[in-house]
């Protein structure tokens, strides 16, 4: 078992444990991940990237990551592999002699 599939399952047995399973449909940790995100997101609102919390910043990061796990549970999805090709097509999208430097998005010329 690898790291991934061992804190999904940690997830899972936490989330057992209290009976949540019932209000963790694929919607709910879809917009669980969002809220989460947002979370973080305010964690730099009108301060300057240096003056945000790191250890608040890892608490957030860490709800993310157990929604983005839960979800990919969800869908027998194996993230490694899903980030994997993910990379994959955004090196066609973005190929370095077009991209370097640069933050336009490939549909931008």
């Not at 804190?7 to 936490?14: A, K």
């Not at 009976?19 to 879809?30: C, E, S």
């Not at 003056?51 to 983005?68: G, H, M, W």
Request: charged share 35%; aromatic share 10%; net charge negative.
């Amino acid at each position: 078992m690898g790291e991934i599939d061992d804190l999904q399952q940690r997830i899972i047995e936490f989330r057992d444990a209290r009976n949540w399973a019932q209000f963790h449909n694929p919607k709910d940790i879809a917009v669980c991940l969002s809220v989460e995100a947002a979370e973080l997101l305010e964690l730099f609102l009108w301060k300057k990237p240096e003056e945000a919390d790191p250890d608040r910043i890892k608490e957030e990061l860490a709800d993310v990551f157990y929604s983005v796990l839960l979800l990919a549970k969800e869908y027998k999805l194996d993230l490694a592999s899903a980030l994997k090709e993910k990379l994959a097509k955004n090196a066609q999208k973005y190929p370095v002699e077009s991209s370097w430097g640069s933050n336009r998005k490939y549909t931008e010329k």
